[in-house]
């Protein structure tokens, strides 16, 4: 067999020849084959290759079906089609257009299983998995579509379940069937010529030609069987949005529903996804993005002229998400379970929401200012148009991206560009003449004069409550709510002032509220219509109503009604960040790792937002007591503990939608990210407050790392003996360190770098050997001393190793804490000439625990792999260390999960 690289596809030849090409999407030509699988590389390494024994290559890399679930390495898919003959479940019905009516039931795909989750549906017993590499019983049978699983034996199944017809299991209502998508007949097939048509007038012929033949080219239709009681989704997702989220995410929607129902983005847009679909009533749109995705896919609705238009749900993993906030959908996707979002898809109500159009002329009475542009980047206004200061900070932001797109790489990163760039125009008052250059007029009347009195620096037209990433702008306390389907927009003016205070729940100042509005601007200025910014030069600028569109919320459960209790009785616990990240898949591990906190008498009905106040108000008088050493960090939020198969947050902006009843049963569960708990590393290393969130900035990251290792004693000496570095005592916690940090709990910059230590700047450094040396001997003052003479911390030898190869290696933690706080940040993924490894490969390789867990902490990369492709899990197993592995596979698979990637506007 051989292999090349087609674009994202693979090309493989099979033994007899053919050639066959691996997709992690569907293919939607004439070639398309029923049953294709959806291949996508994997690095699970506890389930078996599905080819067997008999025909398995045992070695290279592996792939993974994202719609069935199944595993085979690269090398074996040629035999799981050839000789195993195993198909994925079908996507599809390949019919002639005569017989597509019938036997329209889907069967179940029934899968075999090494391990699975849950009880079986005939016994209700659980699945023993068989964890040992060596073994290769199937314990259970599942069916790909409905998810239900069976005991491997004949008790449990029998023959007679494989030809029994599948419901679909739980998410049946949004599920479209393979029955619904036909196969079309190639062109010019005695199947096709059935379909032909009578012969039409020569001129009718010629006036459609066109559309004839694009029907003709189309390999599938849609033939919807309608029902009542179905409402088929088809989901739209950019999987490079969000780093690697989105990729995840789309294998995720493939395995929850029938891949063809998942389209990707990337992949020539919505168009064609939403034209194929257009006659399937009851149909709902999921855009998975930010906002400019859900403005695309109702841009191109509005092409299509839908009639009536599908409603429209928001999965946010964009920047702002100013829309999914007011949707309920909440600011940014955490790790709820896809499963539980496709609920509450199919359960929400629909609303409506005014979208506008902006036309823009040039005004030939004035000049550009500056370098400009005649047009707006959008038309069409779904969330909100506005001019002035804020539409600079946001244009400021985009090129300063465009230049150094490596420097806005996180949200925290972001919000301090934000903060500097509102701050420098703060002192400039750049803006202050605005309602000088331009003249307002809102239905008719003119507004200038309101915009002179107030000394704006910014317009705005919001036409949704959330704006700049979930400010509240209007004020609602004259008494005038605010709607999207009312056909009216809300004006607001906003000074210099008022902006960073929209953080902390201020308010702008209110204009008016209109139908129609007009602006007419005397010089460039910057404009931004849903966070598209540009200068726009001298123009006349009509804001009208263009059209409502159908939008899908997030619906508030019901609570669950106790009519023998008036108050619930509730014990607050609290998990860190690094048991949730460890335990999140296991139930029972975290609330065993939970530490209660406190009690709280709730009323059942009441939501998250009231619960909230109810806690810290019960940690304030906690505190006043002298009883809480420890309070709860601002940015504490709630697990549900109840309603899936595992842990989940909840987003601060859905906190309204939930009853406290539907998270909880007994505890109530908080995490808190920021704890500081000096006792996290116990004897292993493998415990620790790590945390792989990419919004995090060095100074937040170092605090870490500090902390986790604060109770990790030893001396220099044992530091600088390698074989010390082994021994589990050495990772253990010294009492006398823990009784003093109970006593003064320092401060951040305390705790990172002393009490007298401030890092110096990187500029200008010089190279030196003696950083090299001073690292292999663990010579921390040294190193220190070369460093305050302004020689650089990346300095490296002939191998390319720099001070923090060899710190890891010898595990000299105050080495490595150092160079983490002192260093530029690219130091810790710096890889060697020879072997190209980094400090954490040559830990991992050393089997230094607690330096992998400061490594990990300060943001190192755990998928780089060497030159042999080895990451440092990898290397961790070879050196026997399965607990030292099993804790850097947890925390890969949980930066997989969860890790984001997604910048904020304003």
């Known amino acids: 067999m051989s292999m090349k690289a087609i674009n994202s596809e693979v090309e493989i030849q099979c033994e007899n020849g053919e050639r066959r090409v691996l997709r992690s999407t569907c293919d939607w030509n004439e070639g398309a084959i029923n049953g294709d699988h959806l291949w996508c590389p994997t690095s699970a390494s506890g389930d078996f290759c599905y080819v067997g024994e008999d025909f398995c290559c045992k070695s290279g890399a592996r792939m993974k079906c994202s719609a069935c679930k199944i595993i085979a390495h690269t090398g074996c898919i040629a035999a799981l089609v050839e000789r195993v003959k195993f198909p994925c479940k079908p996507t599809f019905r390949d019919v002639g257009p005569r017989q597509y009516r019938e036997q329209t039931a889907t069967h179940h795909h029934w899968v075999h299983r090494r391990s699975q989750k849950g009880k079986c549906k005939q016994c209700g017993k659980g699945f023993q998995s068989k964890l040992l590499f060596g073994s290769k019983e199937i314990v259970a049978i599942s069916c790909s579509w409905c998810k239900s699983a069976y005991h491997n034996k004949e008790s449990c199944f029998n023959i007679s379940k494989i030809e029994e017809t599948c419901s679909l299991g739980l998410h049946a209502s949004i599920i479209v069937p393979p029955s619904w998508i036909v196969k079309l007949p190639r062109r010019g097939s005695f199947k096709s010529s059935l379909r032909k048509s009578p012969k039409k007038r020569a001129s009718t012929k010629r006036k459609s030609r066109d559309k004839q033949n694009d029907k003709e080219t189309r390999p599938f239709a849609i033939k919807p069987i309608p029902n009542a009681n179905i409402k088929p989704l088809i989901v739209f997702i950019n999987p490079k949005s969000g780093g690697n989220q989105g990729a995840k995410l789309m294998q995720k929607f493939q395995w929850l529903l029938n891949p063809r129902q998942v389209f990707d983005l990337t992949q020539g847009g919505p168009k064609a996804g939403l034209e194929m679909f257009r006659k399937v009533t009851n149909l709902r749109v999921l855009a998975c993005g930010g906002d400019g995705t859900v403005g695309w896919v109702l841009s191109v609705l509005d092409q299509l002229n839908f009639q009536p238009p599908p409603a429209v749900a928001v999965l946010p993993l964009g920047t702002g998400n100013d829309l999914a906030r007011a949707l309920g959908w909440g600011g940014g996707y955490t790790d709820e379970p896809i499963s539980k979002i496709l609920c509450n898809i199919a359960d929400g109500e629909v609303v409506h929401l005014d979208r506008w159009r902006v036309d823009v002329v040039k005004n030939e009475d004035y000049e550009p200012t500056e370098e400009g542009r005649d047009t707006l980047p959008l038309s069409v206004v779904n969330?909100?148009?506005?001019?002035?200061?804020?539409?600079?900070?946001?244009?400021?932001?985009?090129?300063?991206?465009?230049?150094?797109?490596?420097?806005?790489?996180?949200?925290?990163?972001?919000?301090?560009?934000?903060?500097?760039?509102?701050?420098?125009?703060?002192?400039?008052?750049?803006?202050?003449?605005?309602?000088?250059?331009?003249?307002?007029?809102?239905?008719?009347?003119?507004?200038?004069?309101?915009?002179?009195?107030?000394?704006?620096?910014?317009?705005?037209?919001?036409?949704?409550?959330?704006?700049?990433?979930?400010?509240?702008?209007?004020?609602?306390?004259?008494?005038?709510?605010?709607?999207?389907?009312?056909?009216?927009?809300?004006?607001?003016?906003?000074?210099?002032?008022?902006?960073?205070?929209?953080?902390?729940?201020?308010?702008?100042?209110?204009?008016?509220?209109?139908?129609?509005?007009?602006?007419?601007?005397?010089?460039?200025?910057?404009?931004?219509?849903?966070?598209?910014?540009?200068?726009?030069?001298?123009?006349?600028?009509?804001?009208?109503?263009?059209?409502?569109?159908?939008?899908?919320?997030?619906?508030?459960?019901?609570?669950?009604?106790?009519?023998?209790?008036?108050?619930?009785?509730?014990?607050?616990?609290?998990?860190?960040m690094f048991d949730y990240e460890q335990h999140h898949y296991d139930k029972e591990k975290l609330r065993s790792a939970s530490s209660p906190i406190g009690l709280i008498m709730i009323d059942q009905d009441a939501d998250l937002e009231q619960v909230r106040k109810h806690i810290n108000r019960m940690m304030e008088e906690t505190a006043q007591k002298g009883r809480s050493a420890?309070?709860?960090?601002?940015?504490?939020?709630?697990?549900?503990?109840?309603?899936?198969?595992?842990?989940?947050?909840?987003?601060?902006?859905?906190?309204?939608?939930?009853?406290?009843?539907?998270?909880?049963?007994?505890?109530?569960?908080?995490?808190?990210?920021?704890?500081?708990?000096?006792?996290?590393?116990?004897?292993?290393?493998?415990?620790?407050?790590?945390?792989?969130?990419?919004?995090?900035?060095?100074?937040?990251?170092?605090?870490?790392?500090?902390?986790?290792?604060?109770?990790?004693?030893?001396?220099?000496?044992?530091?600088?003996?390698?074989?010390?570095?082994?021994?589990?005592?050495?990772?253990?916690?010294?009492?006398?360190?823990?009784?003093?940090?109970?006593?003064?709990?320092?401060?951040?910059?305390?705790?990172v770098f002393g009490p007298e230590y401030y890092p110096p700047s990187h500029l200008l450094e010089k190279n030196s050997d003696g950083i090299i040396k001073a690292a292999k001997q663990g010579d921390l003052k040294m190193l220190k001393d070369l460093h305050s003479q302004g020689y650089s911390l990346l300095s490296i030898d002939g191998h390319g190793q720099t001070a923090l190869h060899f710190g890891a290696r010898h595990g000299y933690k105050d080495i490595v804490r150092y160079l983490i706080a002192s260093a530029p940040p690219s130091i810790l993924d710096m890889v060697d000439t020879e072997k190209g490894q980094t400090a954490l490969h040559q830990a991992a390789h050393n089997r230094r625990r607690t330096v992998c867990c400061m490594l990990v902490a300060a943001g190192a990369s755990l998928t780089i792999r060497d030159l042999q492709g080895n990451t440092p899990r990898a290397l961790a197993q070879r050196a026997d260390d399965q607990e030292l592995a099993a804790y850097l596979e947890s925390q890969e698979q949980f930066q997989t999960m969860v890790h984001e990637d997604l910048e904020t506007t304003v």
């Open 383 to 576: 969330n909100y148009f506005s001019f002035g200061v804020d539409a600079h900070i946001a244009l400021e932001f985009h090129e300063a991206r465009e230049a150094n797109p490596q420097k806005f790489n996180s949200r925290l990163r972001n919000k301090m560009f934000y903060g500097q760039a509102g701050g420098k125009d703060l002192l400039q008052r750049k803006w202050k003449d605005l309602s000088d250059n331009c003249t307002l007029e809102c239905d008719g009347k003119d507004m200038t004069p309101l915009l002179k009195e107030y000394k704006v620096h910014a317009v705005v037209f919001l036409n949704i409550p959330s704006y700049g990433s979930g400010t509240h702008p209007w004020n609602r306390s004259g008494g005038v709510e605010q709607h999207t389907d009312d056909g009216i927009i809300e004006v607001i003016g906003l000074t210099t002032y008022q902006m960073p205070l929209l953080q902390a729940g201020g308010h702008g100042t209110t204009i008016c509220q209109c139908k129609r509005a007009r602006i007419i601007t005397k010089k460039t200025i910057p404009m931004q219509v849903d966070g598209e910014a540009a200068r726009v030069n001298p123009s006349i600028i009509e804001l009208t109503h263009l059209n409502t569109a159908s939008m899908v919320t997030k619906k508030k459960a019901k609570s669950i009604t106790m009519p023998h209790l008036e108050q619930l009785r509730l014990q607050v616990s609290r998990i860190t």
């Open 630 to 751: 420890r309070p709860l960090s601002e940015s504490w939020c709630f697990l549900d503990s109840c309603t899936a198969e595992r842990f989940f947050r909840i987003d601060r902006a859905q906190e309204h939608l939930h009853y406290v009843t539907d998270i909880c049963t007994e505890d109530l569960f908080v995490l808190d990210p920021e704890l500081i708990d000096p006792t996290s590393i116990v004897s292993g290393g493998v415990r620790g407050d790590v945390s792989v969130d990419n919004d995090i900035d060095h100074s937040e990251r170092m605090a870490m790392v500090s902390d986790s290792d604060s109770g990790v004693g030893g001396t220099d000496a044992e530091q600088r003996n390698p074989t010390s570095a082994l021994t589990a005592s050495q990772d253990s916690s010294d009492t006398g360190e823990e009784e003093a940090l109970e006593a003064r709990v320092p401060s951040l910059h305390e705790r």
